[in-house]
Structures are given as structure tokens and as C-alpha cells.
């Protein structure tokens, strides 16, 4: 059975940095798509970072609300997924979850995902 485990959330000050850890297990993840989402409190599910889980083949994609101030990356050997967030606003507090997609479909929808974390929060205040 896949589980995604994140971690690395907490309450911060605007401006500062947090660093979230996916940790995945249960099958092999070559060419596996690694996601982070988040969602803020009355809103939907929203596509943050992907990257894709093979090595010699490297696509990362970033929402353009985190675009410089985020980075999504991987270690193979730890089969863990992180997301640095850099120069944190109010604006990004939200639950992160991270996903695994096994399938094609579109990076950015949470339907093209197949599995799920349970989520770590990120509070973030001003």
C-alpha cells in the first residue's frame, strides 16, 4: 500500500522559510509525479509544485503565486519529496498535502492524482 507522509509544517512570521518532506513508500516511484496542493480554509484544493520521480528525466512545474519563492525537489535514495518555501505571506497559509500520480493526466488537477498525504499545516502570519 502507497503512503505519502508529509511533515515540516508549522507557524511562522511573513517572510520567513519552512522546508516540507514527503516521505513515500509502498511501491517503487520511478517516473512516478510527485505534487504538492494546498488548501486554505473555504477554498478548493489548489496545485502548488510537481516534479517527476525518474532519473534522467526532470520536469518541475510551479504555480505562478509561488514561482521564485518555492522549490520542489526530490531525493531518490530517501524516496522523499521536499518543498522550500522561501519568503512565506499570509496569503500561503493553507494545509499542504503531497500526491502521487501514477497515471497521465493534467499536473495541475487533483483528479490525475492517485494517492494522498494526510497534510501538514502552514500558518503564516503577517
Known amino acids: 500500500q502507497v503512503q505519502l507522509v508529509e511533515s515540516g509544517g508549522g507557524l511562522v512570521q511573513a517572510g520567513a522559510s519552512l522546508r516540507l518532506s514527503c516521505a513515500a513508500s509502498?511501491?517503487?516511484?520511478?517516473?512516478?509525479?510527485m505534487g504538492w496542493f494546498r488548501q486554505a480554509p473555504g477554498k478548493e484544493r489548489e496545485f502548488v509544485a510537481v516534479?517527476?520521480?525518474?532519473?534522467?528525466?526532470?520536469?518541475?512545474r510551479y504555480a505562478d503565486s509561488v514561482k521564485g519563492r518555492f522549490t520542489i525537489s526530490r531525493d531518490d535514495a530517501k524516496d522523499t519529496v521536499y518543498l522550500e518555501m522561501n519568503n512565506l505571506t499570509p496569503e500561503d497559509t493553507a494545509v499542504y498535502y503531497c500526491?502521487?500520480?501514477?497515471?497521465?493526466?493534467?499536473?495541475?488537477?487533483?483528479?490525475?492524482?492517485?494517492?494522498w498525504g494526510q497534510g501538514t499545516q502552514v500558518a503564516v502570519s503577517s
Open positions: 500526491a502521487a500520480a501514477l497515471r497521465t493526466g493534467n499536473i495541475y488537477y487533483t483528479d490525475t492524482y492517485d494517492y
Open positions: 516534479i517527476t520521480w525518474s532519473p534522467g528525466l526532470r520536469i518541475i
Open positions: 509502498g511501491r517503487t516511484f520511478s517516473g512516478t509525479r
